[in-house]
């Protein structure tokens, strides 16, 4: 942590209505407490099992799942979902999986349909650009970098 963050953070929470004198130690101590990751995983397995049709759940709980290693269930359910429904949320994780299986052209045409579907631009703009870059089309990449660039300077 630079310091300079973390006095902003303390100004920022005086600013919010923070208590006067509160200690800083205690923001410190819960901004950089270890993650529970199997505590996530059992809060996105309840809620899929409570809305198991919201795609949200299911791409959520496919993307811990994949983290902790478990390519069949991703494997099982994210081409089902992506049957059903298009959410960009799915669509992009169904990128990010095509990139990591060196499937460009897959990964290219779900970036599009994020873009089209009102998905985070930033993020599809610049996988674009990646894609891009890897069969050397320059002028794809300046566009598609701009495009991820002016998408997130606003957020």
């Given at each position: 942590?630079?310091a300079h963050v973390f006095d902003s ?8 209505g923070?208590a006067?004198g ?11 407490v270890?993650?529970?990751s199997?505590l996530e995983l ?14 949200v759940?299911?791409?959520?709980l ?7 290693g478990?390519t069949a269930?991703?494997?099982?359910v994210?081409?089902?979902l992506?049957?059903r ?10 990128a ?5 299986r060196?499937?460009?052209p897959?990964r290219a045409?779900?970036?599009v349909e ?11 703009e ?8 890897a ?6 990449v300046?566009?598609h ?5 002016a998408?997130a300077?606003?957020?």
């Amino acid at each position: 942590w630079d310091a300079h963050v973390f006095d902003s953070l303390v100004s920022l929470g005086m600013g919010a209505g923070d208590a006067p004198g509160t200690s800083p130690v205690l923001l410190a101590r819960a901004i950089t407490v270890p993650r529970v990751s199997s505590l996530e995983l059992a809060i996105l397995e309840g809620a899929h099992r409570t809305q198991p049709d919201d795609p949200v759940w299911t791409v959520r709980l496919a993307q811990a799942r994949f983290a902790f290693g478990d390519t069949a269930f991703t494997d099982s359910v994210l081409p089902r979902l992506l049957a059903r429904s298009r959410d960009p949320e799915a669509l992009l994780f169904a990128a990010a999986l095509a990139e990591r299986r060196g499937d460009d052209p897959r990964r290219a045409a779900l970036l599009v349909e994020v873009l089209a579907r009102g998905g985070d631009t930033a993020t599809a703009e610049a996988g674009l650009a990646a894609v891009a870059a890897a069969a050397e089309r320059w002028s794809d990449v300046a566009h598609h970098l701009r495009a991820a660039f002016a998408t997130a300077r606003g957020s």
